[in-house]
């Protein structure tokens, strides 16, 4: 449970076991009417025991049930370059605002048992999808895990249902600064913008995912590039000394073309984490390996390598987190993603810790989705300079992607409130792309075709409260 301020707890039980809510339910929990006769507050504080107690009601007297979550809300300004607007959402996927319910039963001394159910619910979003035309897309409430697991503190545990695999956040979670859901490595906000092509106003017929797809997932991420629930089988391991590992097997749910999620598509991962103290430093580092048997992209097999890590210095709050990810899948280019982000963590005020950080992204290749593909039969962008030029020039002539390099850099800073469980921060995020294109003429000459793009800005105020 991530936590939240109990004294909200205590307000609430209050009010109800005084009679405000006179033979109703409080929370969720029968509530015995109030005696307003002369022992009306006799038993006070018994009500009150009774109702933090029971604020979630237990299933059986066998089962705990805890609940948790946070709710992260975002005010978003962005420009690319030939026009901009404000848009007021929440974060994407798995760093939306969601609702987590879990719990445990001890089965024999050193066993237990318990479950997890997540739930996103996000509401309106400003992600992975929005851009010049709906800038903020509507998600549903929707199930994220839903898994149960049999727990040895000897042995380790198991899991099975819809889950997290063993290489999902791997390395993006070995970021201790404190603000992986403010910013991370996997590009939750701006990809799925057009691009706008320099010296004019017109769009590109082609988004900035078309330069940051995953292989595997056909999903422009960037990195993390298993980063999604799988329904699969999971073991992870005890912590020994720091470290630990986790496995995990099941089918790929992912389609796109020529694959059909099936029993016979299915992915293996494994995981190594470390965490541990060293003099005056904090570290953390993972590394994972992802096998799937049919990537969306390609339709072959694709090989995911991803390493992350953090080295802190604990006195002073200096800190660098840094990953890479190399993706190889047959009939695509070789893929490769770095991402640092260097940051000072200090506590110079009563509210709680303040984060400063920086951060710089490199995204190489990643234009599976466009391999093979003719520009000019997309209409070459529909521009009359570079690309649309030369495929304008004659019907006969073709142009294909021939190298990418997606490029990302931003400031921000985090401002915990710890007497509310709460962070509220500011960022910017600057990105740019350099595309390199390939024409063939009517004559069957190559030659390179000079394409320029204008940058995409986002500045994002916001605020996460965790319960």
Not at 125 to 144: P, R
Not at 372 to 377: R, S
């Amino acid at each position: 449970m991530l936590g939240g301020p109990n004294k909200s707890y205590s307000r609430i039980a209050t009010a109800a076991a005084l009679g405000l809510m006179l033979g109703g339910y409080a929370m969720g929990t029968p509530a015995k009417a109030a005696d307003l006769g002369g022992d009306c507050c006799a038993d006070l504080e018994e009500r009150v025991a009774e109702l933090e107690a029971t604020t979630v009601r237990k299933g059986n007297k066998k089962v705990t049930v805890t609940v948790s979550g946070w709710v992260v809300k975002t005010m978003n300004w962005w420009d690319d370059g030939g026009g901009g607007n404000f848009a007021v959402g929440d974060k994407d996927y798995d760093l939306g605002s969601r609702l987590n319910i879990s719990g445990s039963a001890t089965i024999a001394p050193g066993w237990s048992g318990g479950y997890n159910l997540t739930i996103l619910a996000p509401a309106d979003v400003f992600g992975f999808a929005a851009n010049q035309v709906n800038d903020l897309v509507n998600n549903n409430v929707s199930t994220l895990y839903s898994y149960i697991y049999v727990k040895s503190d000897t042995w380790g545990t198991l899991n099975w249902g819809t889950l997290s695999p063993a290489s999902d956040n791997a390395a993006v979670l070995a970021d201790i600064s404190g603000t992986v859901i403010e910013s991370n490595g996997p590009w939750f906000e701006g990809p799925g913008f057009f691009l706008r092509p320099s010296g004019n106003n017109g769009l590109a017929a082609l988004t900035w995912t078309s330069f940051l797809s995953c292989n595997a997932l056909g999903a422009g991420i960037g990195v993390d590039c298993w980063g999604a629930a799988q329904p699969a089988v999971r073991y992870d391991t005890p912590t020994f000394g720091g470290f630990r590992v986790e496995t995990s097997y099941g089918t790929n749910t992912f389609s796109g073309a020529g694959v059909i999620p099936s029993s016979s598509n299915n992915f293996w991962d494994i995981a190594a984490f470390y965490n541990g103290d060293w003099g005056d430093f904090k570290v953390s580092a993972a590394y994972s390996y992802t096998w799937v048997e049919t990537a969306v992209f390609t339709s072959t097999q694709s090989d995911i390598n991803q390493a992350g890590a953090t080295v802190m210095h604990v006195p002073t709050g200096l800190g660098l987190y840094g990953m890479y990810q190399n993706e190889d899948a047959a009939g695509a280019p070789t893929t490769d993603a770095w991402y640092l982000k260097p940051f000072i963590k200090r506590t110079w005020n009563p509210l709680g810790a303040t984060i400063l950080y920086g951060e710089w992204a490199r995204y190489d290749d990643q234009y599976a989705s466009l391999v093979g593909a003719d520009i000019c039969a997309a209409g070459g962008f529909g521009l009359g300079t570079g690309v649309g030029a030369f495929c304008g020039g004659n019907a006969a002539n073709t142009v294909a992607v021939n190298g990418s390099e997606m490029e990302r850099f931003g400031l921000g800073v985090v401002q915990e409130i710890d007497s509310a469980a709460m962070h509220l921060f500011a960022r910017w995020q600057h990105q740019d792309a350099d595309v390199d294109f390939v024409g063939t003429n009517v004559n069957g000459v190559n030659s390179s075709v000079r394409q320029d793009f204008e940058n995409w800005d986002l500045f994002q105020l916001g605020g996460i409260i965790f319960f």
